[in-house]
């Protein structure tokens, strides 16, 4: 079975402040696939990266990083000198492919509150 | 421009009342999703779609159904809406059957059933 838990049910920064949302997954496939969406107060859900198994690359993209590591099962994603904006409920997502009809497993989530 | 939509958007029922939450998608795409939300849980598949007329259960399809007659359609189903079946729902589509294919998602239907 597949599961993806994200131990933090939320955390509080103040702007500037850098902030790690963990990210930990289960799952005995070989090929696998990790996700990250966001979901601001308005509350559409909005993708923000995608990661296979076989690529352990970090990656960054402006103020988010992402850091894959298999061998602790985990895909942490932080946000530096945070701001107002990025206040939101943040998803890890799980998806193995066609055997589990393309689902996307989700985490619960970490609400992240960013106090100016 | 490219996109799913969802209707309506909010709802209050009352339990029993058969209704219909519609999801089109504009993308030609073949994978369509049903998933639902509720604090501490994430989201969780209710249904899904491969493509026209093929659906299948996902995690959570207890009260619920579905049906693909047409490629851009995959409306959700509630015959007899109970009170834990308020929630937040989500219609996502996908351009390929693989699990590394984004998922698009609509803007999600507050459902409440007193």
């Known amino acids: 079975a597949q599961k993806v838990t994200q131990a933090q049910t939320e955390i509080s920064v103040v702007e500037k402040e850098d902030v790690t949302l963990d990210c930990v997954y289960e799952?005995?496939?070989?090929?696998?696939?990790l996700f990250w969406y966001k979901q601001p107060p308005s509350g559409e859900l909005v993708f923000l990266i995608r990661r296979n198994s076989f690529d352990e690359q970090n990656e960054i993209s402006g103020r988010y990083s992402w850091n894959f590591q298999k061998s602790t099962s985990s895909f942490n994603f932080t946000i530096t000198a945070s701001q107002v904006v990025d206040s939101a409920v943040y998803f890890c997502a799980l998806s193995g492919g066609m055997e589990y009809g393309n689902k996307l497993v989700f985490g619960a989530g970490t609400i992240l509150r960013v106090k100016s | 421009e490219a996109q799913v939509t969802q209707n309506p958007r909010y709802l209050i029922t009352v339990t029993g009342k058969k209704l219909t939450v519609t999801c089109s998608q504009n993308m030609n795409h073949e994978y369509m999703s049903w998933y639902r939300q509720d604090p501490g849980l994430g989201l969780r598949q209710i249904y899904y779609?491969?493509?026209?007329?093929?659906?299948d259960k996902g995690d959570v399809p207890e009260g619920y159904k579905v049906s693909r007659k047409e490629k851009r359609n995959f409306p959700l189903i509630l015959e007899s809406p109970s009170p834990n079946q308020t929630s937040l729902y989500f219609c996502?589509?996908?351009?390929?059957?693989?699990?590394?294919?984004?998922?698009?998602f609509g803007p999600g239907t507050r459902l409440t059933v007193l």
């Open positions: 996502a589509s996908s351009g390929g059957l693989a699990g590394f294919n984004e998922q698009f």
């Open positions: 779609s491969m493509n026209v007329e093929v659906t």
């Open positions: 799952t005995r496939d070989t090929t696998y696939y």
